[in-house]
T-cell receptor, first 111, second 115 residues
Framework: DQQVKQNSPSLSVQEGRISILNCDYT??????FLWYKKYPAEGPTFLIS?????DKNEDGRFTVFLNKSAKHLSLHIVPSQPGDSAVYFC??????????FGGGTRLMVKP | KAGVTQTPRYLIKTRGQQVTLSCSPI?????VSWYQQTPGQGLQFLFE???????NKGNFPGRFSGRQFSNSRSEMNVSTLELGDSALYLC??????????????FGSGTQLSVL
């Protein structure tokens, strides 16, 4: 049973446009949500997080939105740059430092 | 400040052998977690240690074990290796015990291939 799902395995956008990556979860006990960026054969790099008591968090070009009633979160990247091309994982926390990851979305930003 | 260091970077073993992977967290970090990444199962939590105590354990068989030393360095061990254990094993460190939205910092991983 996948508690965190990223239903789009890949996404392609044009440089300068907005990238929207989506994530759904089922466990209402998750209290924090995080987004990580990952390149092949490397560890994930933290991007941005949001508490379950908030609905938006912004950091530069990255904004995360949380809709608790829908159990849905999204990561917006504006404007998208070719260097943003990577696999993006959403993750959720509910106990200590145990993260439950989604399956990832491969983002390709075309110049 | 040095990041999370994992050794070795690559490892090739044969079925039935055992393997030990090492992780040195960021200086001052006391929590170390281990994750397995495979193409089929994605990133899955193995276990977490804080102050030398295992705090959480994922859904993996007993062949997977770990420990943490007093200097916060951690090792994980896989015994009786199976082909399906081939994966990227990632270690993550965190300053505290996980209260709040504290971020985890990941190492580059150990790529294990079981032949």
């Amino acid at each position: 049973d996948q508690q965190v799902k990223q239903n789009s395995p890949s996404l392609s956008v044009q440089e300068g446009r907005i990238s929207i990556l989506n994530c759904d979860y089922t466990n209402s006990m998750f209290d924090y949500f995080l987004w990580y960026k990952k390149y092949p054969a490397e560890g994930p790099t933290f991007l941005i997080s949001i508490s379950s008591i908030k609905d938006k968090n912004e950091d530069g070009r990255f904004t995360v939105f949380l809709n608790k009633s829908a159990k849905h979160l999204s990561l917006h990247i504006v404007p998208s740059q070719p260097g943003d091309s990577a696999v993006y994982f959403c993750a959720a926390k509910n106990a200590g430092n145990m993260l439950t990851f989604g399956g990832g979305t491969r983002l390709m930003v075309k110049p | 400040k040095a990041g999370v260091t994992q050794t070795p970077r690559y490892l090739i073993k044969t079925r039935g052998q055992q393997v030990t992977l090492s992780c040195s967290p960021i200086s001052g970090h006391r929590s170390v977690s281990w994750y397995q990444q495979t193409p089929g199962q994605g990133l899955q939590f193995l276990f977490e240690y804080f102050s030398e105590t295992q705090r959480n354990k994922g859904n993996f068989p007993g062949r997977f074990s770990g420990r943490q030393f007093s200097n916060s360095r951690s090792e994980m061990n896989v015994s009786t290796l199976e082909l399906g254990d081939s994966a990227l094993y990632l270690c993550a460190s965190s300053l505290l015990a996980g209260q709040g939205g504290e971020k985890l910092f990941f190492g580059s991983g150990t790529q294990l291939s079981v032949l």
